[in-house]
């Protein structure tokens, strides 16, 4: 987190003449980040044993450490209010700063298509990364939303000045429309938590409803509601989703990747860390909701995929879609259903950071992303059109994958509570994404390339470098998910409390 915001304030005193700094400056803080993140994923279990070995001889552990924290760090903020800043990791966060700082390096390595306003462009996307970062490491509520809101604004801006087509203004509006309404919404959620637990410390909240001090059961249906339709606003959970596919069309190709990516996942990651832990009362009540809303995202999107003619809007109802999948997981509330959601999170985040960095070369290269004006590809551009087909593979769950290993723990989590619902989730997924994601390969790739077809080059050099980081990833979790797995069960204090109250069994 330190690292790509300490970097904006220093890109904020260089003159803008001084172009390649800016872009130097922002790889240098973005890979910092990666390799901080790597120490801190490989590290991870080593020292939590320590840690917990160390509670054995203290009588009063510290409740971080009790509730799995580690690396963990704390000041005051503002005391009286109860704010303080307080960051650590545990086995959900720490895989998700991994896969944040993996797509924010790619991110950076992907923006050399800005040309015009290069400083601003680059101080936007630090305190995206940055942001983003200290949102999935912050253990105080109010620090964590304050970071997702400097991660998130950037994005409006940048799609308002450096956006694509003619409908980047009315793509911007709609986007800062439906997010401040969903930001609003999880803000009055939080408020309400604070005002009953006089704290925004999350292992402090999590502690007194661990040992019954929660609140009534129609206080946590009421906050309950507010979070899941806050943060689902900001996932873009149907039917609230119609911001996400047409801001992705019209964002530069690394805000895409970022806020596809990365951004969008902190609603999910603060249901999973603060929704169904606290409010387990209020998930019985709302879970099955849930459930029945996150057919919109699998099925219905998938439906918008097939129709698509633009591949950003391709990929952009596909992100959506598979949303719901991570959703559904939620919604089951088992510790199969949980995990298997954390994954879809971490390999939809590479899988999008990909998918949207192959687009935006494309688009480069060809000034359209009209798949019936340009096919053909694969004949002149074997590198970007062999990844753009594996990112498309893995998009419709092919084994091999992370996707595939997260989507099928999904399934097994949801079956026994949501069978109906799980049953069409499963034909979606080998249907509709097969027959969305198949049709853009053979028109990509395997179509014939047409007379007025623009000439393009492939990715040469150094250039293939993101790409490659991130497929690498992507097939690793997929042939290794314990990887991941491993540390995502060692939250078990947050998922102890999340599957405290099952949702009722629907038919």
């Not at 803008?16 to 803080?29: K, M, P, Q, V």
């Not at 790619?106 to 942001?131: D, H, P, W």
């Not at 943060?231 to 805000?255: Q, R």
């Not at 970022?258 to 209020?282: S, Y």
Request: glycine residues 10%.
């Amino acid at each position: 987190m330190g690292l790509p915001l300490v970097m904006a304030i220093i890109l904020a005193l260089i003159p803008r003449e001084n172009r390649s700094i800016f872009r130097y400056g922002t790889l240098a803080a973005t890979f910092g980040s990666l390799l901080i993140a790597i120490y801190v994923f490989a590290q991870f279990e080593n020292r939590l044993d320590e840690a917990k070995d160390e509670i054995t001889f203290i009588e009063a552990a510290p409740l971080a450490t009790q509730y799995g924290y580690i690396f963990t760090q704390r000041s005051d903020w503002i005391e009286s209010l109860g704010i303080s800043y307080h960051v650590g990791v545990d086995g959900i966060g720490v895989v998700m700063v991994l896969m944040a700082a993996l797509v924010a390096f790619a991110a950076a390595c992907c923006a050399r298509e800005i040309q015009t306003r290069q400083k601003e462009f680059y101080i936007l996307l630090l305190l995206m990364s940055g942001g983003i970062l200290g949102a999935f490491m912050s253990l105080d509520l109010f620090l964590m939303y304050f970071l997702h809101e400097l991660a998130l604004v950037p994005t409006f801006i940048m799609i308002g000045v450096w956006g694509r087509g003619q409908n980047k203004e009315f793509a911007a509006y709609k986007i800062t429309l439906y997010l401040s309404i969903g930001a609003l919404l999880t803000l009055a959620g939080l408020i309400l938590l604070y005002l009953h637990y006089k704290t925004f410390s999350l292992v402090e909240v999590l502690h007194a409803a661990d040992i019954g001090n929660a609140l009534t059961n129609d206080s946590q249906s009421l906050v309950f509601a507010l979070l899941m339709f806050g943060l689902g606003i900001l996932v873009s959970l149907w039917p609230f989703h119609t911001w996400a596919p047409i801001g992705y069309a019209a964002a530069p190709t690394a805000t895409a990747m970022m806020h596809a990516g990365v951004i969008k996942k902190f609603g999910l990651f603060m249901l999973i860390k603060v929704a169904l832990p606290v409010l387990p009362a209020g998930a019985q009540v709302w879970l099955p909701v849930l459930a029945l809303l996150c057919l919109g995202n699998i099925l219905y999107c998938g439906l918008v995929a097939m129709r698509q003619k633009d591949l950003n809007l391709l990929i952009g109802n596909s992100s959506v879609a598979h949303m719901g999948f991570v959703f559904l997981g939620i919604a089951s509330a088992t510790l199969i259903g949980l995990t298997g959601a954390v994954m879809v999170m971490v390999a939809h985040g590479l899988l999008a950071g990909l998918a949207f960095g192959l687009s935006g070369y494309l688009h480069q290269q060809t000034r359209t992303l009209d798949m019936e004006k340009i096919q053909g590809l694969l004949a002149s551009m074997p590198f970007w059109g062999t990844l753009m087909i594996m990112a498309l593979m893995a998009g419709c769950g092919l084994p091999g994958f992370a996707n595939f290993a997260g989507e099928l723990t999904v399934f097994f989590g949801a079956w026994e509570t949501y069978p109906v619902i799980t049953g069409i989730a499963m034909w979606s997924a080998l249907v509709i994404g097969a027959v969305y994601m198949l049709r853009a390969i053979r028109k990509l790739l395997h179509g014939k390339k047409g007379e007025t077809a623009p000439e393009v080059e492939d990715i040469t050099s150094w250039q293939r470098l993101p790409y490659a980081i991130l497929l690498t990833v992507l097939l690793l979790f997929g042939f290794y998910p314990r990887l991941i797995t491993e540390k995502i069960n060692q939250s078990e204090p947050t998922f102890r409390q999340a599957t405290a109250v099952q949702p009722e069994e629907t038919e």
